[in-house]
């Protein structure tokens, strides 16, 4: 059993949308800030990780895991990567998952089901936990144009709660690199989830 403690537990998910960058800048940081990370990768997400940062991930759940533990110098146990049946794994439980859940990026697919409550795979069913034990649900995609479909989802999860986090970035802080444009969207969701960051100051700071 590992002897690290970590200062509170943070369900992270990634999906087949564009955004990649988002969600590994994310990780990291979370990881920096002392947080357990419960992480779920779809199928699809590992394709666009590959796509987009060049990142090929092992094919082993247990490699995986170690690969990114490695990657962020993250303790033991602190990324924890669960498979998307893995129906007995904390985050699929109202007893014991944690109480704050980001999936970044989202696909449009997974938001509709997590809308209707589908829970086909771990990812729907660790985000219809949060809905149904009143936990915090960050919901965060890059789509764009939004159908009415989309529309009238992201409307229905918003009255449940949800914080819908579209990501786009702003301008104000005139960034010169792309990893300026994404620190702004990860800065916005770890002030939501009221985790301490330096990467972008509140406007007018």
């Known amino acids: 059993m590992s002897d690290n403690t970590f200062d509170q537990s943070v369900t992270l998910a990634m999906t087949g949308a564009s955004g990649a960058p988002y969600g590994l800048r994310l990780l990291q940081q979370l990881v920096a800030a002392n947080c357990q990370v419960v992480l779920l990768l779809s199928d699809a997400a590992k394709i666009v990780l590959a796509t987009e940062v ?16 490695k990657r962020f110098n993250a303790k033991t146990d602190q990324i924890k990567l669960h498979s998307k049946y893995d129906w007995f794994s904390t985050p699929a439980s109202g007893s014991s998952s944690p109480k704050k859940m980001v999936i970044c990026p989202c696909s449009m697919g997974t938001l509709s089901s997590i809308r209707h409550g589908a829970s086909n795979n771990l990812i729907e069913r660790a985000a219809d936990v949060i809905l149904k034990e009143r936990g915090q649900l960050i919901i965060a995609w890059r789509e764009s144009p939004l159908s009415t479909i989309h529309l009238e989802n992201m409307l229905g999860l918003s009255k449940m709660g949800v914080t819908m986090m579209p990501l786009a970035p702003g301008f104000y802080h005139k960034p010169t690199e792309i990893n300026e444009l ?5 800065a916005r969701v770890l002030d939501h989830l009221q985790i301490k960051q330096t990467l972008v100051l509140p406007w007018m700071q």
């Open 54 to 69: 060049d990142i090929q991930l092992p094919d082993s759940l247990e490699d995986t895991q170690a690969f990114l533990i």
């Open 182 to 186: 994404i620190d702004f969207m990860v």
